[in-house]
């Protein structure tokens, strides 16, 4: 068995964050990633270009998809710690291609588990996503609730990584611990997502079309809290929680080593607020349209964070004005605006 920690999406906007904390500490790392054409490539090249300074950080150009060679890549470093963050991503884009969500983010998956499985790694982390609180209205959304009705396929796949997950746990005693992100932003981030759209709309003078005519509230979680939450929790696998009940079950725990965090700010801004402090960040108004909720989306996102507060004695808590400030520096500096 390595000491060797293998991150997947190591080229993607959270891994890419995560792989330099674990770097930081000292920690030997392999990242793996397709690096495909969701969205501009040369992002993620430039990601990996920090990455490879560093002699602790080896990098692998592979398809989750790919049964054989990941099964070859597991059994040749049995990773005591996978932390996989890689899956095609986006509630939007999964309403036109749903086929690419089930090759990444379930037969990609499947390939993990059975990797963590064959060869004994000690502690799965992976990605969920606050998606998967679907039609649910009640505010903050808690890991102790059920989430049997999500709204996209990208939500349901996630749903079912979190099913397939606690399976391996129980069948196979490998210990899993789910995250359900909230909205991340900050440097680095992906060109699909708000933060970003917002930015080049408002630099360009284009329209910043708004959903729900504005009225759209979202757990905006800085990805440095991010990253730091799941480096905290690398080394605290789950053990199984011992008064789990088969007649009352609670939703994110079990008795096997299983447990699911919400990992966002505890505080939902509005995005009008969000465009204005944008706004005042590149000096500029913005131009916007309203248009009516689009399939898919939901109105409002809010994190409960008490479990992982309780577990790692961290909460996410950066201030959306310092977010945005530090968003703004990146972009500026990366599109030399």
């Not at 790392?29 to 002699?55: F, Q």
């Not at 606050?130 to 959304?141: E, M, R």
């Not at 979202?218 to 990253?227: A, G, K, P």
Request: include cysteine; charge should be neutral.
């Amino acid at each position: 068995m390595s000491d060797t920690i293998l991150v997947t999406g190591a080229a993607g906007f959270i891994g890419f964050h995560v792989v330099q904390r674990l770097l930081a500490a000292g920690r030997k790392v392999v990242g793996l990633d397709i690096v495909n054409s969701y969205y501009d490539p040369r992002l993620k090249e430039a990601r990996l270009e920090i990455l490879k300074r560093d002699p602790n950080f080896a990098f692998e150009k592979l398809d989750l998809a790919d049964r054989a060679a990941i099964k070859s890549l597991f059994a040749q470093h049995r990773f005591p710690t996978v932390i996989h963050l890689a899956a095609q991503a986006g509630v939007r884009y999964s309403l036109e291609n749903p086929h690419a969500y089930i090759d990444a983010n379930i037969e990609g998956f499947i390939n993990v588990l059975e990797g963590c499985r064959h060869n004994g790694c000690g502690h799965l982390l992976f990605a969920s996503s606050s998606s998967v609180y679907g039609a649910n209205t009640k505010l903050p959304f808690s890991v102790n609730d059920n989430v049997d009705h999500p709204i996209s396929l990208y939500a349901a796949s996630k749903k079912a990584n979190e099913l397939m997950a606690h399976t391996y746990s129980h069948l196979y005693r490998v210990p899993a611990t789910g995250l359900r992100f909230f909205t991340v932003y900050g440097p680095w981030g992906r060109p699909d997502m708000a933060m970003f759209i917002f930015a080049k709309a408002i630099l360009s003078g284009a329209p910043i079309k708004l959903f729900n005519h504005g009225k759209m509230r979202r757990d905006f979680t800085f990805v440095e809290d991010v990253s730091e939450a799941i480096v905290r929790l690398v080394d605290r696998p789950p053990q199984g929680n011992p008064d789990w009940s088969g007649d009352q079950p609670d939703p994110s725990s079990s008795a096997a080593p299983w447990k699911i965090y919400n990992i966002g700010n505890n505080n939902p801004e509005d995005l009008m607020h969000v465009i204005s402090v944008l706004e005042k960040e590149f000096g500029r108004t913005a131009t916007k349209e309203m248009l009516p909720m689009q399939p898919g989306d939901v109105p409002a996102t809010y994190a409960d964070v008490e479990d992982l507060a309780r577990d790692i004695g961290f909460r996410p808590a950066t201030r959306i004005e310092d977010g945005i400030m530090r968003f703004a520096r990146w972009y500026r500096e990366y599109h030399k605006i």
